[in-house]
């Protein structure tokens, strides 16, 4: 049988808007406001910052460098670029990775589903009660969260199977133009509503004596779940990449799409949270947890004028976002099984849904009838999210980087970041980026991993 040529991405812009698609999902608009609302609002947002810079931005170059030199799946990456040696075993664990996430992840997707259906039919706003009860009853159903979780998981793979060029590009490049306008609308709506300068307060003002180790963990994992890092996802993408793009370039403006996006889509949170507690004369909690904004925000858009075309904008937003990223992480395991399994692109996806179908059923029931299953502690759910968020990809990206500052050798790394000497970058520069991978990146994840070990 022929082998056909591997796909590339059509265009710049709609590789950088899959990638930014990628990056861009739950963990903006979901994760990162309750992680910043557990751990102290705008400490927690600088730590990010400066992990982002230091730690994310110099993975994020090594594996979207080690990606496009290698142009396979994560396994046989490391097996081309370092044949026979046990380098593999990372693309390996990358694949698993995404694969953990993919099961957690198309639970919350599968609830922003059903906050779309519900918002659309108008139950939602209609709802009229405490909307903590209205959470709890539907995600301790056994039925109804799992039925919208595989239905989130089936659009994930019919999108896949169209391919890259047709199937995530196109999707990629119109849903997130479309979110873009969406969450600026909300962000308008929260920022304008009386008391909401509480909110900005929160987020901007620092209180350094909320940092510790666990904050340090907290802040890293949270941004290398926000870029998509650590598993392999980038790396998939960029070996769809031509040999002209800019590495360096492309990672530091999806790194900044998507810091923004999420700062943005905390404006359209936090705020509003704050308004609203001021109006009805409580506390603002904004440590509400993964129930953030599926309970505080159907309160706060039902208390507000046009609140039902904001709930219908933000959810259909929500969904939006996370499918572009789920793609990115069942691509992983789709790429890694049309290769190294050798099945076709139809069946790779039949067998990541099944796959990541049955993880996400546990997941799911964990907030129903397995609620009190732990595993080390945790509900299934939880256990996925933080052994995936702070451990995994912390883990993995400490691998990529020593890969690429280590194995690949200075040359054979300034000469994929400048493309072989056509791109004109200053040496200083390319030079600083190395020493940021092979030396800065590893050692500060390895000091905070200690560092909260010790603690
Ligand atoms: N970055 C995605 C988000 O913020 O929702 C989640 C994610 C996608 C994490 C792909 C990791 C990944 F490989």
Not at 45 to 59: E, H
Not at 124 to 147: H, K, Q, R, V
Request: net charge positive; proline share 4%.
């Amino acid at each position: 049988m022929a082998v056909k040529p591997r796909e590339t991405f059509g265009s710049r812009m709609g590789m950088l808007l899959a990638m930014a698609g990628s990056a861009i999902g739950l963990g903006n608009i979901w994760r990162f406001p309750y992680t910043l609302g557990k751990n102290g609002g705008a400490a927690f947002l600088l730590l990010y910052v400066i992990m982002l810079v230091f730690i994310c931005l110099p993975v994020m170059i090594s594996e979207y460098l080690i990606g496009r030199r290698g142009a396979s799946n994560p396994f046989r990456t490391f097996d081309k670029l370092a044949p026979g040696s046990k380098w593999r075993w990372i693309g390996f664990i990358a694949v698993l990775a995404s694969g953990c996430i993919l099961s957690f992840y198309c639970v919350v997707g599968g609830w922003s589903v059903k906050y779309l259906v519900d918002a659309v039919s108008g139950s939602l706003m209609s709802f009229g009660g405490d909307y903590a009860d209205f959470f709890g009853a539907f995600i301790s159903n056994p039925w109804e969260p799992l039925t919208f979780t595989l239905i989130f998981l089936g659009i994930t793979g019919l999108i896949i199977a169209f391919g890259v060029r047709n199937g995530i590009e196109r999707m990629s490049k119109i849903m997130i133009s479309v979110l873009f306008v969406i969450i600026v609308l909300v962000v308008i709506r929260s920022l304008t509503l009386p008391g909401a300068s509480a909110g900005l307060r929160y987020m901007f003002v620092p209180d350094m004596s909320k940092i510790d180790a666990n904050t340090c963990v907290a802040a890293m994992g949270q941004a290398f779940f926000s870029l998509s890092i650590g598993c392999g996802c980038i790396l998939t993408y960029a070996s769809y990449v031509k040999k002209d793009e800019n590495i360096a370039a492309s990672a530091a403006w999806i790194s900044f799409f998507d810091t923004g996006f999420a700062v943005i889509a905390g404006l359209a949170i936090i705020p509003a949270v704050y308004a609203i507690a001021a109006m009805n004369g409580v506390e603002p909690d904004v440590n509400a947890g993964p129930g953030l904004v599926f309970i505080t925000l159907p309160g706060v858009f039902s208390s507000m004028p046009l609140g039902n075309a904001a709930a219908v904008l933000f959810f259909l937003a929500l969904l939006l976002a996370a499918i572009t990223s789920a793609i990115s992480l069942m691509e992983v395991l789709a790429a890694y099984i049309i290769e190294e399994l050798r099945k076709s692109r139809a069946m790779a996806v039949i067998i990541s849904f099944v796959l990541c179908g049955v993880v996400g059923m546990f997941c799911s029931l964990s907030f129903g009838p397995l609620d009190g299953f732990k595993l080390f502690g945790l509900s299934v759910f939880d256990f996925f999210d933080y052994i995936t968020s702070n451990i995994m990809l912390p883990v993995g990206g400490l691998f990529l980087a020593l890969f690429a500052g280590w194995r690949l050798k200075r040359a054979n790394f300034i000469d994929e970041l400048t493309n072989g000497g056509a791109l004109k970058m200053p040496r200083w520069l390319s030079l600083t980026i190395y020493y940021l991978v092979k030396f800065v990146a590893p050692i500060a994840i390895s000091v905070i991993f200690l560092n909260c070990i010790l603690s």
